[in-house]
């Protein structure tokens, strides 16, 4: 199985342009979650979705959206990019909610805004 | 709200040395706790869990036991390895209240191992 699938791994931006970032999984996971993560800071959960149809705000939601269309695919889109939005994107799945699964997550997508 | 202290880094060893990085927690309800490892260039993955009180997780020589007592989670492995240097990541999840399935990160801890 492939998981969690994000393209692009790569992204340059300039100030004011918008891009989507992908990301599939291929686990039939319900619960899907956009986070980033910046130096020194940990990970700070953007938006999630509990199921196709369904999304919601994390903390930091401001700036992006998103949507879920299908259970595979959870897009995150940022339409005016800022330098703030620089970081490293990963978005990740759980199959159900509860306590004893992990969270399998992207190996990323580094975004510069300059 | 939920939070996660862990301990700043970066941790610098020397290969076969021993290794604590300290976790401690705030929670309502009763979280279970991870840790997560996020090699370089890589998503995080799990390391360890434990889902209740006086539960230890371990994996790969890893262990941390789950201390309700103090709140706290630390991360300990006897003798690191040079592939055991990454970000390391204290974590936790509660679902009291019927809330949704959501883990709140410490900010990670950097290791390197040097031979």
């Known amino acids: 199985n492939a998981g969690v699938t994000q393209t692009p791994k790569f992204r340059i931006l300039k100030i004011g342009q918008s891009m989507t970032l992908q990301c599939t999984q291929d686990m039939n996971h319900n619960y899907m979650y956009w986070y980033r993560q910046d130096p020194g800071m940990g990970l700070k959960l953007i938006y999630y979705?509990?199921?196709?149809?369904?999304?919601d705000k994390g903390e930091v939601p401001n700036g992006y959206n998103v949507s879920r269309s299908t259970t595979e695919d959870f897009p995150l889109r940022l339409e005016l990019a800022a330098p703030s939005q620089t970081s490293v994107y990963f978005c990740?799945?759980?199959?159900?909610?509860?306590?004893?699964?992990?969270?399998?997550f992207g190996n990323g997508t580094r975004l510069t805004v300059t | 709200g939920n939070s996660v202290t862990q301990m700043e880094g970066p941790v610098t060893l020397s290969e076969e040395a021993f290794l604590t990085i300290n976790c401690t927690y705030t929670?309502?309800?009763?979280?279970?706790l991870f840790w997560y490892v996020q090699y370089p260039g890589e998503g995080l993955q799990l390391l360890l869990k434990a889902t209740k009180a006086d539960d230890k997780g371990s994996n790969k020589g890893f262990e941390a036991t789950y201390r309700k007592e103090t709140t706290s989670f630390h991360l300990e492995k006897g003798s690191v390895q040079v592939s055991d240097s990454a970000v390391y990541f204290c974590a936790l999840t509660a679902n009291s209240g019927g809330s949704n399935y959501k883990l709140t990160f410490g900010k990670g801890t950097l290791l390197t191992v040097n031979p």
């Open positions: 929670a309502t309800g009763y979280p279970s």
């Open positions: 990740a799945s759980i199959r159900q909610q509860g306590g004893n699964s992990p969270l399998h």
């Open positions: 979705s509990v199921g196709a149809g369904i999304t």
